[in-house]
């Protein structure tokens, strides 16, 4: 069973840079599929960040590109997120999930809440 | 790219059947047969309950079903459950610029 599991911190304070990972168990990300980053601000619907590959192509969300870096290590079986320049509008709960090639997403993380405040 | 367009809210009786429905443009819902559609309960994660339109992931319930026709997507439900009493997503690939869009969300409720 695919199981994702993100980790960050919780609180950052504007404008720094949030770095989260998932780490990936039951399945090996060099194998294929793409990995992806969705947020949910509290009380509101899903925005898509991005999408990785395992050779390491990424597709951004074209609202968050310029602040936005997805990377992958296939050694450690995770991949990661970097959002620079936060404001409180990103305060979110990010999840990150497997995006498979029917474009949707198959296995999720539990998610973690992010607060961005000073 | 706007999100795509779902009603807030929708609500039906135990056993009865409802719809809720996911309006895109020509560039994405339209243009792609690649509609994905999500269930979340309060405090959970997301869980994909259709793709492909209307292709069921193994362990979803054939009383869920998908459909699509121009730039709309339908999701149904029939025999309401109470357990069914959720957020509903849908999501659609939009090309290779916007990539992925998802609706705003609508909030079934189960009276």
């Known amino acids: 069973q695919v199981q994702l599991q993100e980790s960050g911190p919780g609180l950052v304070k504007p404008p720094e840079t949030l770095s989260l990972t998932c780490a990936v168990s039951?399945?090996?990300?060099?194998?294929?599929?793409?990995w992806g980053w969705i947020r949910q601000p509290p009380g509101k619907g899903l925005e898509w960040i991005g999408t990785?590959?395992?050779?390491?192509?990424?597709y951004y969300n074209p609202s968050l590109k310029s602040r936005v870096t997805i990377s992958v290590d296939t050694s450690k079986n995770q991949f990661s997120l970097k959002l620079s320049s936060l404001t409180a509008a990103d305060t979110a709960v990010y999840y990150c999930?497997?995006?498979?090639?029917?474009?949707?997403?198959?296995?999720w993380g539990q998610g973690t809440l992010v607060t961005v405040s000073s | 790219q706007s999100a795509l367009t779902q009603p807030r809210s929708v609500s039906g009786s135990p056993g009865q059947s409802v719809t809720i429905s996911c309006t895109g443009t020509?560039?994405?819902?339209?243009?792609?047969?690649?509609v994905s559609w999500y269930q979340q309960h309060p405090g959970k994660a997301p869980k994909l309950i259709m793709y492909?339109?209307?292709e069921r992931p193994s362990g979803v319930p054939d009383r869920f079903s998908g459909s699509k026709s121009g730039n709309t997507a339908s999701l149904t439900i029939s025999g309401l459950q109470a357990e069914d009493e959720a957020d509903y997503y849908c999501?659609?690939?939009?090309?290779?610029?916007?990539?992925?869009?998802f609706g705003g969300g609508t909030k079934l409720t189960v009276l």
């Open positions: 999930a497997r995006h498979s090639g029917s474009y949707c997403f198959d296995y």
């Open positions: 039951g399945y090996s990300i060099s194998s294929g599929y793409y």
């Open positions: 990785i590959y395992h050779s390491g192509s990424t």
């Open positions: 020509s560039s994405d819902v339209g243009g792609y047969n690649y």
């Open positions: 492909d339109v209307s």
């Open positions: 999501c659609s690939y939009a090309g290779s610029s916007t990539h992925v869009l």
